[in-house]
């Protein structure tokens, strides 16, 4: 069986379309809106305070995408989502290496995020990336009144290369909004 290529580049307006069918099958309960995407892409300019990335096939199909809010020396994992059909090669483990690289670039001294409590999948793949737990957010994942785990990179040369973890085929990969 072939695998298929996958390719990270920036994600556009018109990627928000293909993102939202993906979002209430990954986020069934906290799925985000078009307005909050097209918010997000607003500020992901030169000089902007957003990075937004989309993984795409050889035909162009969205099967995975990520965001980063930067200010200052601070960085946040907005979301990462993986297409279940993509999910155990490596796909999050690139997103998170895309987001990393990038918050790094952008002279962060930290990168944080939420994740859900009952995600250990999420948490471990973040944990493989150098991420501490430094506390827990109550109810923070509405309408569901689920705990998020806040976690922190204080090291951000930590994460290997978006492509590295791409080419490796890792096996650990999962989703989250931050």
């Known amino acids: 069986m072939r695998t298929a290529r996958i390719t990270l580049r920036p994600m556009r307006w018109w990627d928000i379309a293909p993102v939202l069918e993906l979002e209430p099958q990954l986020f069934p309960e906290d799925a985000w809106s078009a307005g909050m995407y097209w918010s997000e892409l607003a500020e992901a300019h030169p000089g902007g305070n957003r990075h937004y990335t989309v993984a795409t096939t050889e035909d162009g199909t969205i099967v995975g995408y990520a ?22 090669r490596g796909l ?7 987001l ?6 952008r002279g962060c001294a930290e990168l944080l995020l939420e994740v859900r409590i009952d995600n250990f999948r999420a948490q ?4 493989r990336f150098g991420f501490a737990p430094v506390g827990i957010r109550r109810g923070y994942y509405q309408p569901a009144n689920v705990d998020a785990l806040v976690m922190r990179l204080d090291r ?3 994460g290997e290369s978006a492509e590295n973890q791409l080419n490796e085929n890792e096996t650990e990969t999962e989703e989250d909004h931050g």
């Open 156 to 158: 951000l040369d930590a």
């Open 92 to 98: 999050g483990a690139a997103l998170l290496g895309d």
């Open 100 to 105: 990393i690289a990038e918050a790094a670039r």
């Open 67 to 88: 965001g980063l809010m930067a200010i200052g020396t601070e960085a946040d994992v907005q979301t990462i989502g993986v297409d279940d059909r993509y999910q155990g």
């Open 124 to 127: 471990r793949l973040y944990e």
